[in-house]
């Protein structure tokens, strides 16, 4: 069933739905049993990132001849050994800290994820890996769905994106999800704060909120969502005293992958976090030789604030119930065009890092020669695809997830998922 575009901007931009009349006890219960809640992080790269210039085949000479300008010197590339097909792969040179979670085990690099007649836009693109639906892109995100199936009542922090607007992946029918984009700002906003009539007026304020009529469906809405939120408050709060292990760079995707460090390091019982990084539509200055080149930036940003996650959460022993999984709408053109930039293409680059990932290399790596070989399409201009990413999604739901994947992605893509997990 299709979702207006008035319905998507209602359920992304409310912090909650009726659902989330649930108990704080549901996250306190899962500990005191002992479970072990397995945390998914979706890291999403925004604008469509350039997998030749992050993984580079860098003893291919047709990689150098169509990127004579913004092609990574193979002397500097952070070697990551061979795939299946025999070609040697090399890490940007600013992914330090990635290469070394690579060496380690815990880095699985997905070459070639995609889907059949790529769509080049971004927000056809966006839409399409959120449902994981390139059919008919206009119903539910893949992860609303494993929302929706989850037995009521639905902890109201189960998920949690880090951004102003809840993302389609993560849009339900049944079940809201906050965005708190800082944990100092998700508090109750008393005219009077500090005063006694600051509690005074949250208390009142929950009492106006428990009243749902059943027969004024929009105030019902309002005061559920109210109700819902104040119901986290306190909760969320307590990520506001956490105190890493590392220092986290200071930008807006590391402080938001701290966050939500803090978040698992209390136990607040959330299963799924969405935190993106934007920049990635690299239509110019891509030229690595360049002094503060737009690509080499992204890719410290990118190595720096994961590198930070990754060794706070080992440092604690959380590490194991941690898993990233990182996207981009679509992949870029193979040559480089006249400003020094890449178009819009199609495959991409899909990474998966945490204490139980089978690292290594996934895929083979396309033949960038102009000969209409099978790995290349639209006038071997594009990566074609060779990994359906909703198998990576369904090998997540699965393994990681503990869900069904064929009833939350409508088909079986099991066969072809990349054993990650």
Known sequence: MAISRREFVRGGVAAF??????????????RAQGVSRRNLVVLYLSGGNDALSTLIPYNDPQYYARRPTIAIPAGSVLQVGTDSSGVALGLNPRLPGLRTIFNSGRLAL?????????????????????TADPGSPDGTGWLGRYLDQLP???DPLTAWSTQRETPRTLLART????????????????????????????????????????????????????????????R?????????????????????????????????????????????DTHASQNPNQANGAYSGLMTTLNDGLFAFYSDLLNQGLLNDTLILQFSEFGRRISENGSNGTDH???????????????GLYGTAPNLAPNGNPTLENNNGDVRHETDFRSVYARVIDSWLGASSTAILGGDYRAGAPAIL
């Open 17 to 30: 739905t009726v659902s989330f009349a649930a108990p704080a006890f549901l996250s306190d219960l899962a």
């Open 110 to 130: 997905i070459q070639r994820t995609g889907y059949t007649n790529s769509s080049r836009s971004h927000f056809l693109g966006t839409d399409i890996w959120s």
């Open 152 to 154: 009521p009542p639905v």
């Open 175 to 234: 079940v809201g999800v906050p965005s708190i984009t800082n944990v100092a700002g998700y508090a109750f906003a008393s005219p009077n704060p500090g005063t006694p009539d600051a509690g005074f007026a949250r208390e009142t304020a929950t009492r106006i909120s428990s009243h749902v009529p059943v027969d004024q469906p929009h105030l019902a809405f309002v005061n559920s969502t109210a109700q819902a939120a104040f119901a986290t408050l306190d």
């Open 236 to 280: 969320v709060a307590q990520v506001g005293t956490y105190v890493p292990t590392v220092t986290y760079p200071n930008n807006g995707f590391a402080q938001a992958l701290r966050m939500i460090a803090g978040a698992i390091n209390r136990g607040l019982g959330t299963r799924i976090f969405w935190v993106q990084t934007g920049g990635y």
């Open 345 to 359: 293409g199609a495959a991409g680059l899909m990474m998966a890092l945490g204490g139980t990932v089978r690292g």
